[in-house]
């Protein structure tokens, strides 16, 4: 268990990193001159155990919960209060998930 949350941790940093790294540009090509540095600390991806579920901060912000027993991702209604509505598949299929927007958004499926 330990190992999966490991990996979605690092792979929500990740993609966060990506957003961040396609805004900069953007922002670049605009004239705007300010360094990419500047969004270190939103960018950094924390994890918190608790009892029943784990915490997913992304900077000083909770994002996501994935409950223990079962390892379902949620996101939160507030810090430490899952929302059952917004559910993000399982730590078995954080590779389907795209979690640098605001929001994870599944990933397009590949044509065959």
């Given at each position: 268990?330990?190992?999966?949350?490991?990996?979605?941790r690092?792979?929500?940093?990740?993609?966060?990193?990506?957003?961040?790294?396609?805004?900069?540009?953007?922002?670049?090509?605009?004239?705007h001159?300010?360094?990419?540095?500047?969004?270190?600390?939103?960018?950094v991806?924390k994890?918190?155990?608790?009892?029943?579920y784990?915490?997913?901060d992304?900077?000083?912000?909770?994002k996501?919960?994935?409950?223990?027993?079962?390892?379902?991702?949620?996101?939160?209604k507030?810090?430490?209060?899952?929302?059952?509505?917004?559910?993000?598949?399982?730590?078995?299929?954080?590779?389907?998930?795209?979690?640098?927007?605001?929001r994870?958004?599944?990933?397009?499926?590949?044509a065959?």
């Amino acid at each position: 268990m330990l190992a999966k949350l490991e990996n979605f941790r690092a792979t929500v940093e990740r993609d966060t990193r990506a957003r961040y790294l396609a805004d900069w540009q953007r922002d670049q090509a605009k004239g705007h001159d300010y360094p990419l540095s500047v969004h270190e600390p939103q960018m950094v991806v924390k994890i918190k155990m608790g009892r029943k579920y784990t915490n997913v901060d992304v900077g000083s912000s909770g994002k996501y919960m994935v409950e223990l027993a079962t390892g379902a991702i949620y996101g939160i209604k507030a810090y430490g209060v899952i929302h059952r509505g917004h559910s993000y598949g399982t730590l078995d299929t954080v590779a389907d998930w795209n979690w640098g927007d605001y929001r994870a958004r599944l990933r397009a499926k590949e044509a065959a």
